[in-house]
């Protein structure tokens, strides 16, 4: 049985995301979405993970209320990450991990499971997509952008 998992902010959900989230849940038995909070968003946690629900009712979600702060590829950062993962995943027997970036060799090899690496042919960022909506609407989902749009009228 294939289980897989994929983690992020989804802050916004964008296309990428999309794309990394369809190959999981077409190519497992089960699959997993550990969304973190976070505060580079102001959207809470429970409206991106309603998102994810919606558009991936076949995924399980995961809501990570308290990540750790500390993000980065040195080796103390890893450790912390990867000790937060092994905590929300203890009771799950995943043997797979998602990701299109290069921190998922990390994870991958910490929990002795495979990576798949999945190409972005999407050229796309969160960052990007916060820094101007408008622009780059293209990107997302039509619940997300309205969601965003929404936020944004009523700051």
Known sequence: M???????????????????????????????????????IDIPLE??????????????????????KRYGMDKESINIQLNYLKDMFKDIPVNRFYSGEDYGDYVA???????????????ISASKIRNDIEANKRYLKIQVYNDLINKKSTD
């Not at 910490?110 to 999945?118: A, E, G, L």
């Open 2 to 40: 294939e289980i897989g998992f994929t983690i992020g902010k989804f802050a916004p959900l964008h296309l990428g995301h999309d794309t990394l989230i369809t190959k999981g849940i077409n190519e497992c038995d089960k699959f997993y979405i550990l969304i973190n909070n976070t505060d580079v």
């Open 47 to 68: 409206v991106r993970a309603k998102w994810l629900k919606d558009l991936y009712p076949e995924a399980n979600i995961i809501l990570g209320y308290n990540p750790p």
């Open 109 to 123: 090899e910490y929990f002795n499971i495979k990576h798949i690496r999945v190409n972005k042919d999407i050229d």
